[in-house]
Structure formats: C-alpha cells, structure tokens
C-alpha cells in the first residue's frame, strides 16, 4: 500500500466514476483501475463492486476507505507541520462555505486576509451547510463558514458575527411604502424560499412561523439571484440575508428592502474547525480577521 493508492480510493468514493476520478487525480483511467486493482490483489479481498453504470463499495471496501481517510488526513497533518515550522502562514488551506453566504461575505474580507497572510493558499469550496459540514468531519476540508447552531463537540466553533435578514418585496406591495416592518405584518403573506438543504430555507420558515406567513407553494429557488428575479417580477416577496443587498451587489430594479423592527431575524456566522486540527492557531487568526468585516455591512438601515 502507499498513499497515492489510497488516494485513488478516496476520489472513486468522491466521483462515484473511474473515469472523473481519475482526471481529479491527474492520471488515466486505466493507470487509476490497475492500481486499485492491485490494492485489492495485496489486501486479498474485493472493495469495489464494478457494476456497468454505477460504483458501489463493498463492506470491506467501505472500512477501508474509512481508514484511508484517516490515513490522508494524517500525511497532510505532517506536511503541514513541516511547512508551518519554516513558515506559519505558508501553507493550504481548504476553506467550505455555503451559497447563500459565500458570494456576498467573501469580496469584502479577501483582501485583507491576502494582505496578512501573503503565503496562504486559500482553497474555497462552496456547497450547502451539510456537505460542507460532512467534508469537513471527513478531513477534506480544514474549516467551514456556517450558520449556528451546530451542536457537534468534535469541532471548535469561533463565532464571527450576526447578519439580519430584511424583506425583499416588489415596489407595489402594500408594505412597499414601509421604513420598517413587525413580524405581525408578514402575517397571510406567502413567501418565496430556497429549495431543500439551504439553511437559509429553515431559517426564513422560523420567520414564517413567528410571523403567521407561509410558503409560497408551486416554487422552490436554487438561489438568492432567482429569489431576487422573481421579486422584481412581481411574483412574491421573500427575505434576503443583509450582506446579499449590499454593494457591489446591484440592486433589482422595482424591488424594495425593508428592514425589520427590532428584535430582527438574523442568522449567526461561525467559523468551524476539528478541535484535533493541528492548524488550531493559524484558523483562530484567519477566524480574528474574518470577523473584521465592516459593521456597516451588517446594518440593513443604514
């Protein structure tokens, strides 16, 4: 056995296709099946099921890969410490963080983490919360930006900041006119929400059930850009994170924000990491810097 068909192994599991696998590992298709082939040869059992048009691995084949992982997991561990010993900050690092956060957060705080940590490679994976969070347990990932709660006392959670959310409306809308809304005046009102797996999705269906409102049936949104379309169409009214209506985003012609009243609806920013991490002290920097974002950002009337 060596680590590079461990890896083979591991980004089978990943792609599910021999042939994805193999460009994600920069080698043929037949160079990754011979080695994998010859993995099993040496462990004397079958880990893989090659059935025509799907991967499946066997229960050995699943514990296997288990330990690949950890095995993975580990070799990177030493190389990274060998890098931070000559230098702290010049390392990679694999950073996940989900769609409805990760277009609006990131451009303004990327500057100055390329200006205090220079050397650093800054690998960024945007998916939803539970892959990222998965990824991450799984030692593909280094840390994760995610919304709280998340109760798992195998990661360390550094808390960033607050975003309230406000009301995306068309500008005919009754409550268009408003300088602030209640919770109470969202009440009969259907809103427009992500599909399944976004977190903002359960998040905005708490703020439905505070406020009497509920979902518009019939339309399920794969992002925050087709919520804001189909506002400005005139088709319903939805709540936006207050970092996604913020410069350089361009505002949707005929759409209105309206800020809630205190107590907001908000969502809490953390940055996560496995409390084993041996990248604990360079990520609480990262975490410090991220969490300079402008205050002003995070203020829907200002």
């Not at 561990?77 to 989900?98: M, Q």
């Not at 840390?143 to 195998?154: K, Q, R």
């Not at 406020?211 to 400005?232: D, I, N």
């Not at 800020?259 to 990520?283: D, N, Q, V, Y």
């Amino acid at each position: 056995m060596n680590l590079r068909d461990l890896r083979y192994l591991v980004a089978l599991d990943e792609y599910r296709h021999f042939g994805r696998a193999a460009e994600a590992c920069f080698v043929s298709q037949p160079t990754l099946s011979t080695q994998l082939k010859k993995l099993e040869k040496e462990l004397d059992t079958v880990l893989i099921e090659r059935a025509p048009r799907e991967v499946l691995f066997t229960e050995a084949g699943k514990a296997v890969l288990a330990q690949a992982r950890e095995i993975l997991e580990r070799a990177e561990r030493i190389r990274g410490i060998a890098r931070r010993a000559d230098n702290p900050g010049a390392c990679t690092l694999r950073l996940g963080i989900f769609p409805t956060l990760a277009p609006y957060f990131l451009p303004h705080v990327l500057p100055e983490v390329h200006r205090r940590f220079p050397q650093l490679e800054l690998l960024l994976v945007e998916e939803k919360t539970e892959e990222v969070l998965t990824r991450l347990r799984e030692g593909r990932l280094d840390a994760v930006l995610v919304a709280l709660p998340v109760p798992d006392e195998g990661l360390h959670t550094e808390y960033l900041f607050e975003e309230p959310f406000v009301l995306a409306l068309h500008e005919s809308h009754p409550l268009a006119g408003r300088r602030s809304i209640a919770f109470k005046d969202l009440a009969g009102e259907r809103l427009l929400l992500l599909e399944e797996g976004h977190c903002l999705r359960d998040q905005a269906l708490e703020v439905c059930h505070l406020a009497g409102a509920s979902e518009r049936s019939g339309f399920r949104a794969t992002s925050l850009e087709t919520l804001r379309h189909m506002v400005a169409a005139g088709v319903g009214v939805t709540l936006l994170p207050v970092l996604a209506t913020q410069p350089p985003v361009a505002r949707a012609e005929g759409v209105r924000l309206v800020p809630f009243r205190k107590p907001m609806p908000r969502r809490k920013i953390a940055m996560l990491w496995r409390t084993s991490s041996p990248m604990g002290e360079l990520l609480g920097e990262l975490a410090e810097t991220l969490r300079g974002l402008p205050p002003v950002l995070l203020d829907p009337t200002a």
